[in-house]
């Protein structure tokens, strides 16, 4: 196998056993840790903490550490998010979830310069065009990462499968389920019944061992490209910490930018509804923890399979015209979240839901990036 692709998928695996905890893991918070909106809290700081780093973070680290240095701390708190729930408190969720959040901006932008600069540098080899190589890498990684939302949901049903049965809820029980639901209500529904303690401790077992596996995965077969890295720069060097701050504010002064700023805020704010609000609302409170999985299971397959649909379609049909497509799926799912009233005997729906979602939220994946 060739030297260059062999690090391609280290990479790409590293990351897919990372994620499938990572993800199923997101999945659950408002679920387990819904007393006091712990769980939502954390989320939010979570990816408070990535939107501070990634405007200072990435250069600094790729810099000193290399991709592959950078790669490993980064996974590292991750890791430290899994232990931090085995002991869930607001002075262990709160301090973990920070630290994930500083390290997934360096984590994402050490991938794609080190998918970036192998592929360049295997084509100059090779004799091909780098873009082609670098979107081939890039092809390869995104197919193997984008299964971890089916395993690591997959994974937590399993698990929580082995909860006894639920009985159903009364109709006064179930009002309060959906749109309806407060978030520091304590009324019982089956977001109160938790899985017992030690199958949650399973689940956090699995998910921390698959992320220590991702970071020995990549310490032990992934070659640094440190070397690489200084003979494609030629070995010039970076710019001052303070002159790359100061030039990505300066970019506010584009208006473009500006007004592109509020697509990727919608999608963060749509994604951030869908792993908190709706599986806590709606798929615990009226079916039970053991459902979220297989419902998430159907929101990642339908986004993965509307992501390449989309990259082949857009050549045809424009963004706009995905962009609307996207835009009313949305918009139509909320209005009838807002009316819905959810039941255990309406099981097909909220898997309809999910896939509807999956589908208008690779647009925003596909055509913001």
Same mark, same amino acid.
């Given at each position: 196998m060739d030297?260059?692709?062999?690090?391609?998928?280290?990479?790409? &695996?590293?990351?897919?056993?990372? &994620?499938?905890?990572?993800?199923?893991?997101?999945s659950l918070q408002s679920s387990l840790y819904s007393e006091e909106g712990l769980g939502v809290t954390a989320l939010s700081?979570?990816?408070?903490g990535m939107l501070l780093s990634s405007m200072f973070l990435p250069p600094l680290l790729i810099e000193r550490l290399g991709c592959k240095g950078t790669i490993i701390l980064s996974m590292c708190g991750y890791v430290a998010f899994s232990v931090?729930? &085995? &002991?869930?408190?607001w002075y262990t969720l709160i301090p973990t979830s920070i630290l994930l959040g500083l390290g997934a901006a360096p984590l994402w932008s050490a991938q794609s310069t080190y998918l970036t600069i192998m592929g360049n540098t295997h084509a100059k080899k090779a004799g091909k065009h780098g873009k082609d190589i670098v979107n081939q890498y890039f092809g390869i990684f995104f197919l193997i990462f984008q299964s971890s939302g089916v395993w690591g949901n997959l994974i937590s049903s399993l698990v929580f499968g082995q909860t006894p049965s639920q009985e159903a809820l009364p109709e006064e029980q179930l009002m309060s389920c959906g749109a309806s639901d407060c978030l520091m209500a304590t009324a019982t529904t089956n977001s109160t019944q938790r899985p017992s303690q030690q199958l949650v401790y399973t689940l956090l077992g699995i998910y921390t061992g698959s992320g220590v596996l991702a970071v020995l995965m990549i310490a032990a077969f992934l070659k640094p490209i440190r070397d690489v890295q200084r003979e494609s720069e030629g070995e010039k060097k970076s710019p001052p910490f303070w002159s790359t701050l100061l030039s990505t504010f300066k970019l506010y002064r584009d208006k473009r930018l500006c007004l592109l700023i509020?697509?990727?805020l919608y999608s963060g704010l749509q994604q951030g509804f869908l792993s908190s609000e709706y599986t806590r609302s709606y798929v615990t409170c009226a079916l039970g923890i053991q459902f979220v999985g297989y419902v998430m299971i159907c929101f990642s397959a339908t986004n993965a399979l509307c992501s390449v649909l989309y990259g082949k379609v857009s050549q045809y049909t424009g963004r706009v015209v995905l962009y609307v497509l996207g835009t009313v799926t949305h918009l139509s799912c909320m209005i009838a979240l807002l009316l819905w009233r959810p039941g255990a005997d309406q099981l097909a729906v909220f898997f309809v839901f999910s896939g509807l979602w999956g589908m208008a939220d690779a647009v925003w994946q596909t055509q913001n990036n």
């Amino acid at each position: 196998m060739d030297r260059s692709l062999r690090n391609v998928l280290v990479v790409s &695996f590293g990351f897919l056993l990372l &994620f499938t905890a990572y993800g199923g893991l997101q999945s659950l918070q408002s679920s387990l840790y819904s007393e006091e909106g712990l769980g939502v809290t954390a989320l939010s700081t979570l990816y408070g903490g990535m939107l501070l780093s990634s405007m200072f973070l990435p250069p600094l680290l790729i810099e000193r550490l290399g991709c592959k240095g950078t790669i490993i701390l980064s996974m590292c708190g991750y890791v430290a998010f899994s232990v931090g729930n &085995f &002991f869930a408190s607001w002075y262990t969720l709160i301090p973990t979830s920070i630290l994930l959040g500083l390290g997934a901006a360096p984590l994402w932008s050490a991938q794609s310069t080190y998918l970036t600069i192998m592929g360049n540098t295997h084509a100059k080899k090779a004799g091909k065009h780098g873009k082609d190589i670098v979107n081939q890498y890039f092809g390869i990684f995104f197919l193997i990462f984008q299964s971890s939302g089916v395993w690591g949901n997959l994974i937590s049903s399993l698990v929580f499968g082995q909860t006894p049965s639920q009985e159903a809820l009364p109709e006064e029980q179930l009002m309060s389920c959906g749109a309806s639901d407060c978030l520091m209500a304590t009324a019982t529904t089956n977001s109160t019944q938790r899985p017992s303690q030690q199958l949650v401790y399973t689940l956090l077992g699995i998910y921390t061992g698959s992320g220590v596996l991702a970071v020995l995965m990549i310490a032990a077969f992934l070659k640094p490209i440190r070397d690489v890295q200084r003979e494609s720069e030629g070995e010039k060097k970076s710019p001052p910490f303070w002159s790359t701050l100061l030039s990505t504010f300066k970019l506010y002064r584009d208006k473009r930018l500006c007004l592109l700023i509020l697509l990727p805020l919608y999608s963060g704010l749509q994604q951030g509804f869908l792993s908190s609000e709706y599986t806590r609302s709606y798929v615990t409170c009226a079916l039970g923890i053991q459902f979220v999985g297989y419902v998430m299971i159907c929101f990642s397959a339908t986004n993965a399979l509307c992501s390449v649909l989309y990259g082949k379609v857009s050549q045809y049909t424009g963004r706009v015209v995905l962009y609307v497509l996207g835009t009313v799926t949305h918009l139509s799912c909320m209005i009838a979240l807002l009316l819905w009233r959810p039941g255990a005997d309406q099981l097909a729906v909220f898997f309809v839901f999910s896939g509807l979602w999956g589908m208008a939220d690779a647009v925003w994946q596909t055509q913001n990036n």
